[in-house]
C-alpha cells in the first residue's frame, strides 16, 4: 500500500513538472509576441481575436516539438520582425544591438584618459 | 588633442542621436504587411466548407490569379466588399477562393445565401489557425497571388472600388 502511495504522488509530480514546464515555454513565447491590433500589449497580455489564434498556433507548435526559435521564424515569415519584441539581429537593426557596447567602450576609453590626464597633472 | 578627441566624440554623439530620432519618427509605426509582397506562400492546407477535403497548394497552382478572401458573416466590412467580390467573380483569369473565418456554418450559407455567392472554392478556418499562414491578423483581408503563389498584393480591410480597378487590371494583363 505505501509503495502504491510512493508511486502514486513520484506520477503526480511528474505530471505537475512538466505540464509547468509546458506553462513556462508557452508564456516566455508569448510574451515575446507583439498584439498586431492592440496598443501596447504582448499576445500574451491579450484577448482580442488575433491574440487568441496566435495562442492557439503557438500551443500547437510547441505540442509538435518546435523550437522556440522555429515560431518566432514561421510568425516572422508570416508577419514581419514587427511581431517579435526581441528581434534577431540583423543588418538594419546592427548599430541597436551593436550600440550599448560601442558606448561602453567609448565611456571606457574617455574615462581612461581623464583618469590618465589627472594623474600627469 | 584629448579635448579634440572628446569634442569631437561628442559632436558624432549628437549627430547620431538627432539621425536617431529623424529616422524613428518619420518611419510609420503603423502595421502593414507590405514586406510580405513577393514572397510565396507555402505549406497551404484549408479544409473545404462543404466536405473534408483539403485545399492545397496544387490546387492554387491550377489557377492564372487566386484571389483569398478572408470573410465571416458576423463581419460588417464583408458585406461592404460583397458586391465588388460578385463583380470579380466574372473575371476570366481569376478564381475566388473565399475562407470563412471563425464562424458558424449556418450563418455562412445565410450569409452566402441572403448576399450570393461570389466563390469558385470555399474554404472553412474555425479556429482561425489556417489563416495565420497567410499572415491574416483580422478580416476583411484578401491575398492576391498569382499561379507561382506568390503573393501580388495583400488588401487589408474590405475591397474598395480602387482595389478592384488594380485587380482587373492585373488578371487581365
Known sequence: MRLKTIIFFIILNLNIASAENFTLDLNKVLKNLRCLVCQGQSVADSNSEFAQTIKLVVKDQIKEGKSEKEIYNFLVEKYGEWIVYKPPLNKVNFVLWLFPYLVFVIGGVVIFLLLKKRNNH | ?173
Open chain 2, 1 to 173: 588633442m584629448q579635448k579634440k578627441i572628446i569634442k569631437s566624440s561628442i559632436i558624432l554623439f549628437i549627430i547620431f542621436i538627432i539621425g536617431v530620432f529623424f529616422t524613428g519618427l518619420n518611419k510609420s509605426s503603423i502595421y502593414d504587411t507590405k514586406n510580405l509582397v513577393g514572397q510565396k506562400i507555402t505549406n497551404i492546407k484549408l479544409e473545404r466548407f462543404n466536405n473534408n477535403r483539403i485545399i492545397t497548394e496544387e490546387d492554387l497552382k491550377k489557377n492564372d490569379f487566386t484571389l483569398i478572401n478572408f470573410w465571416a458573416s458576423w463581419c460588417a466590412p464583408c458585406r461592404v466588399e460583397h458586391p465588388i467580390l460578385l463583380k470579380l467573380n466574372k473575371e476570366k483569369n481569376l478564381k475566388l477562393l473565399g475562407v470563412n473565418f471563425k464562424d458558424k456554418k449556418n450563418n455562412a450559407l445565410k450569409f452566402l445565401r441572403d448576399l450570393g455567392n461570389p466563390y469558385d472554392d470555399l474554404a472553412r478556418d474555425e479556429l482561425g489557425k489556417y489563416s495565420i499562414n497567410f499572415g491574416i491578423y483580422g478580416i476583411p483581408e484578401s491575398i492576391l497571388i498569382n499561379k507561382d503563389l506568390v503573393i501580388i498584393k495583400k488588401f487589408i480591410g474590405p475591397i474598395s472600388q480602387n482595389d478592384y480597378t488594380y485587380i482587373k487590371n492585373t488578371v487581365r494583363e
